[in-house]
């Protein structure tokens, strides 16, 4: 059951009032609505498991530094074993500031929803969430050889070839193809963060995209949704979506391009320590042949 369905069902058996002046008590939010958005039936992978706050100090031995694999814009990631199962796992931590913290919520409960929904191979699984009081933990499966950026950068212990750069980019096409298709939860979805960061590998390079947080149900027979603000990656946004807030599942298609162009050169979609006409790559790719790269 998604964690807002959960949070509702445990709040009303506590008690018949709610105070809904608390950011955190929940609220009935669109991406809660997806069952009256479709006659389709929701397709469910399994239950997520709801973990304690001790639980999760005790994977990752209490945050350690050790176990520390990098950082969000919603929190920090650490390596764990949960050791009711003796699984080694990732764990998200959100850390936002007071005045982020509704924003937080949201992307929390939108991850586990949408993910407690999807079933392939080309997607991160989730595995569970801890929500005690303010403390916010979303637990995935491990995947040894981090995110693409890393690897394409040099910073992965392991270099690509060509052949592992072609199955990482059939793989992340595969996962995107499978949001966007209507037989995943009834109605297409739009990842709206895609990018080399969020596609993350596994022990034989084999591609799963992750970090669904900014994630947008598409309104059914509607192929078009505008948004209040642009939400994304500088680098990957796609220009009609940047000029008109009018977002696509070809907005998704467009940042795919961007990491195939990383996939390519190996630079980065944005690069800060390049001169200034050459810090975006897709710009670059514009002004010169693509051999100039190599």
Request: with cysteine; charged share 25%.
């Amino acid at each position: 059951m998604p964690f807002g369905l959960v949070s509702a069902w445990n709040k009303r058996r506590r008690s018949k009032s709610q105070d809904h002046s608390d950011p955190w008590v929940y609220r009935p939010v669109e991406y809660w609505k997806l069952e009256d958005q479709t006659a389709q039936p929701t397709k469910r992978r399994h239950g997520s498991s709801i973990f304690t706050l001790k639980e999760m100090e005790d994977a990752t031995c209490s945050f350690s530094e050790g176990n520390f694999l990098g950082k969000g814009g919603f929190g920090r990631v650490y390596r764990g074993t949960l050791r009711s199962r003796e699984q080694v796992v990732a764990i998200k931590k959100m850390e936002l500031p007071s005045f982020k913290e509704a924003e937080g919520e949201r992307e929390f409960r939108v991850e586990v929803d949408i993910l407690s929904r999807l079933d392939h191979p080309n997607l991160v699984s989730l595995i569970g969430y801890c929500a005690d009081r303010k403390q916010r933990f979303l637990v995935y499966e491990y995947l040894s050889n981090g995110n693409l950026q890393d690897h394409l950068n040099g910073i992965g212990e392991a270099k690509m070839d060509w052949t592992q750069r072609l199955k990482v980019a059939i793989g992340a096409a595969r996962g995107l193809a499978y949001l966007h298709s209507p037989s995943a939860v009834g109605i297409p979805i739009v990842h709206r963060d895609f990018k080399s960061t969020n596609v993350l590998l596994g022990d034989n390079f084999e591609a799963k995209i992750s970090d669904f947080g900014l994630a947008k149900l598409m309104p059914e027979g509607q192929e078009i949704y505008a948004t209040a603000m642009v939400l994304g990656t500088f680098g990957y946004f796609d220009p009609e979506y940047t000029s008109t807030g009018k977002l696509t599942l070809q907005s998704d298609v467009y940042a795919f391009g961007v990491v195939l162009l990383e996939l390519l050169t190996g630079r980065r979609a944005v690069d800060l320590n390049q001169g200034p006409t050459d810090q975006n790559l897709v710009l670059q790719v514009r002004k010169f042949k693509i051999s100039s790269f190599f």
